[in-house]
């Protein structure tokens, strides 16, 4: 799972192969142009700067994203869409997953913290950026799994 990489970029895997070799073709183009445009010129030192001072262009493709970061982003997403949906149907669920932390013995610091982020994702879904701390996510995670048991 360490080696294994999904295309997270808006591309199915035939398009990112083909736009590699698409890239790789048009910088040896461009570079190919320049110097031909350089070699048409009269003056043999013009010439001579004008091939000196071309540069090949930079293009790097970019690594896949690691499937385990995927999968990660993929479950807080989940969670997050969850529990908006419960708390569309419970308006008191912010009250509930306070009391249920503060009944598992999280306190302080842990405590604020997870109540921030759940009231983050319900108040402001669209804007949440898609990271949230492991400790706010089993917490409410857990909430999540004993609100619908009851």
């Not at 073709?25 to 350089?38: D, F, G, P, V």
């Not at 385990?68 to 008191?92: H, M, T, Y």
């Not at 669920?93 to 306190?107: H, K, M, P, S, T």
Request: hydrophobic fraction near 35%; charge should be positive.
């Amino acid at each position: 799972m360490l080696k294994d990489r999904r295309n997270c970029f808006g591309q199915n895997d035939k398009a990112s192969r083909k736009g590699i070799r698409f890239r790789k073709r048009w910088l040896n183009r461009c570079y190919r142009k320049s110097e031909h445009q350089a070699l048409r010129s009269a003056d043999v030192d013009a010439m001579e700067q004008d091939l000196l001072g071309i540069k090949r262009k930079q293009w790097r493709k970019m690594p896949d994203i690691p499937l385990g970061r995927v999968i990660q982003g993929n479950r807080a997403s989940d969670l997050k869409w969850r529990f908006c949906q419960e708390s569309a149907r419970n308006p008191d669920l912010l009250d509930g997953l306070q009391a249920f932390l503060l009944a598992q013995g999280v306190q302080g610091g842990q405590l604020s913290a997870t109540m921030k982020c759940a009231r983050e994702m319900v108040f402001d879904f669209s804007s949440s950026d898609g990271k949230l701390d492991s400790g706010a996510a089993f917490g409410i995670a857990e909430f999540l799994r004993h609100h619908r048991q009851r």
